[in-house]
């Protein structure tokens, strides 16, 4: 079976649920859609549960897009205490972006990790592809962190900028390919007016929006996760 689950932002014990609840095995396939880290709990302990499962496919979200430039380069001796003497002016900046949208957890965890373990997860979070495409039981998707931003029908995917990926936000109207389904989260789906604070995965004619905000249980959010082969969704 094919799994699709989307911003799970360091909920590991959702996670280790969802997994119970869908009876994932090594003979299964999970691609998560960007934002695995910050704002919940234990982001590393997530990161580093994933980098060892060989059928668990990461894209880039955009927290993940943070949090790279600022741990790229540092040294060992890094700490909470003098971390932002290592920085440039401008990766002061992206560091204090970073934080002010709940990295800091995340930096926390990293930093008290030894330095073997610091490596591996920065090795791990470069392997992160921005959009990936599959096909179960003859039906094609695209996979991506937050759909694809000024989307073009005739543009191909290696074509559009970086940053088209992770940060589009797709009107619940708004239409992409017409031969395939466009699958992502990035937006909360108890966001969308049609789903009326509903925390449900939002299916349109043309995309399917997985993110029902895990990380906000005190506004409804809850965990989903689809599974393509038949289109069945489970929360946890």
């Known amino acids: ?8 932002h360091g909920c590991y014990r959702k996670f280790k649920q969802m997994l119970e609840r869908i009876s994932f095995t090594d003979a299964d396939d ?48 890094a700490t909470l205490e003098n971390i932002l003497s290592f920085y440039t002016e401008d990766g002061r900046a992206i560091y204090h972006d970073w934080m002010h949208n709940g990295g800091t957890v995340t930096i926390k965890q990293y930093l008290a990790l030894s330095a073997e373990q610091r490596e591996a997860v920065l090795d791990y979070l470069r392997e992160f592809m921005l959009y990936d495409e599959v096909e179960v039981n003859g039906e094609r998707y695209v996979l991506t962190h937050s759909g694809i931003e000024n989307f073009v029908p005739e543009c191909p995917l290696e074509k559009y900028p970086f940053d088209a990926f992770l940060f589009a936000r797709p009107e619940p109207h708004e239409r992409f390919y017409s031969d395939r389904k ?21 299916f349109s004619e043309d995309y399917i929006n997985i993110d029902c905000g895990a990380v906000f249980p005190e506004a409804g959010g ?15």
Not at 47 to 64: A, I, K, T
């Open 30 to 77: 999970l691609y998560l859609l960007g934002d695995l880290i910050d704002r919940g709990d234990e982001p590393i302990p997530l990161l580093q549960d994933c980098m060892y499962r060989s059928n668990v496919y990461p894209l880039l979200g955009n927290h993940e897009a943070m949090m790279l430039p600022c741990i790229n380069g540092l040294p060992a001796e």
């Open 182 to 202: 466009m699958v992502f989260g990035h937006t909360p789906t108890m966001f969308y007016a049609p789903n009326a604070e509903r925390a449900e995965v939002f």
């Open 222 to 236: 809850r965990l989903a996760c689809l599974r393509l082969d038949d289109r069945k969704v489970f929360y946890v």
């Open 1 to 8: 079976m094919i799994y699709v689950m989307s911003d799970l």
